[in-house]
């Protein structure tokens, strides 16, 4: 049970992390960035994790940030979300915006969407970055 609580706090910290480093202020889409291949991109992340299919996320990572979050960890960090959430039923929402890396100046697209579960609705944020690479994600 400690090694699970450990395992799924190091998952969550990595993950607030990579998002810390975007930065906190959404504003609208980046140029080069379009929203039809965002929304595909998100859709696929959403699917993997509906159907446990954690070493694929892990896969879309950028590389540089594949070595700090395993798949098992992922699937330790979220299994109890999923549990309580129940079946995937559909997405309800969609909602794009940009940000900017305060400390390299990179432009990520940020990618919102409402997910409707058997017995609850979860938020996926998901970041991308020009070439589409998953940079960041988060399950609330």
């Known amino acids: 049970m400690k090694k699970q609580i450990k395992a799924m706090i190091t998952a969550t910290l990595v993950l607030a992390l990579s998002l810390s480093l975007i930065g906190c202020a959404a504003s609208k889409l980046p140029k080069g960035f379009d929203e039809q291949e965002l929304g595909s991109a998100a859709e696929e992340i959403v699917g993997l ?50 940000t900017t890396d305060k400390t390299t100046g990179e432009e990520y697209a940020v990618v919102q969407m409402l997910v409707k579960h058997a017995n609850a609705s979860l938020v996926y944020t998901l970041s991308f970055d020009k070439d589409l690479a998953l940079v960041g994600l988060y399950l609330k």
């Open 49 to 98: 994790a509906t159907t446990g299919d954690y070493d694929s996320i892990i896969l879309s990572l950028r590389d540089d940030l594949k070595s700090s979050i395993t798949a098992d960890q992922l699937k330790e960090g979220w299994a109890s979300i999923f549990e309580k959430a129940g079946a995937f039923d559909s997405i309800t929402k969609t909602t794009f915006s940009g």
